[in-house]
């Protein structure tokens, strides 16, 4: 299996515009996480699915963000409008049942 | 949002030395927790997990140490090697997965 797949891998952007990550899980995980790395505040779990349902989103900072999961093998985040705090390291996990979470490499944010 | 702490924030050890990582939780009903390992620029990687049903999980150099009284739990990387140089990081979770991790420890291991 390839693992966990994201796209693209590093996005700049203008503080205002939309922008939208992508990621695949790997095939037959039921769980799918999205987290958010910054040095000040760590790892961050911002919204998971379990087959493809939003269990849990109270990570998401607020409206502007906004996740979905219209299928077991395709979920996006979408930040609009974005700001520069939002200039993080994005990353999406998957699982088969919950716990053991294997994460892609992550999307590198810049808003300026 | 910070239900784990680790320490050291970050550790130089010799080649061949022991490297400890101290984590410490609050939560209860936290029943998993696994350690993960991340270099520069990639995403983090789950190196061994632990059950509170045990007190030692090792898997090759790699040793979980738990102590469910204390709630606290430590990884013990044997034999260091300048490979092992990365950011590792403790987490928890319950029956709710939500994963909560601690803020890193860097580790340097000098050849």
């Known amino acids: 299996d390839a693992g966990v797949i994201q796209s693209p891998r590093h996005e700049v952007t203008e503080m205002g515009q939309e922008v939208t990550l992508r990621c695949k899980p790997i095939?037959?995980?039921?769980?799918l996480f999205w987290y958010r790395q910054t040095m000040m505040r760590g790892l961050e779990l911002l919204i998971y699915?379990?087959?493809?349902?939003?269990?849990?989103d109270s990570g998401m900072p607020e409206d502007r963000f906004s996740a979905k999961m219209p299928n077991a093998s395709f979920s996006t985040l979408k930040i609009q409008p974005s700001e520069p705090r939002d200039s993080a390291v994005y990353f999406c996990?998957?699982?088969?049942?919950?716990?053991?979470?294997?994460f892609g490499p992550g999307t590198r944010l810049t808003v300026t | 949002q910070q239900q784990v702490k680790q320490s050291p924030q970050s550790l130089i050890v010799q080649k061949g030395g022991i490297s400890i990582i101290n984590c410490a939780y609050e939560?209860?009903?936290?029943?998993?927790f696994p350690w993960y390992q991340q270099f520069p620029g990639k995403g983090p990687a789950l190196l061994i997990a632990i059950r509170p049903d045990v007190s030692e999980k090792k898997e090759g150099r790699f040793t979980i140490s738990f102590n469910k009284s204390a709630k606290q739990f430590s990884l013990h990387i044997m034999d260091s090697q300048p490979g092992d140089s990365a950011t590792y990081f403790c987490a928890a979770s319950g029956g709710n997965n939500d994963m909560r991790f601690g803020a890193g420890t860097r580790l340097t291991v000098k050849p």
């Open positions: 996990a998957s699982s088969l049942l919950g716990f053991e979470q294997y």
């Open positions: 699915f379990n087959n493809n349902v939003p269990i849990d």
């Open positions: 095939s037959g995980h039921d769980y």
């Open positions: 939560n209860t009903a936290f029943d998993y």
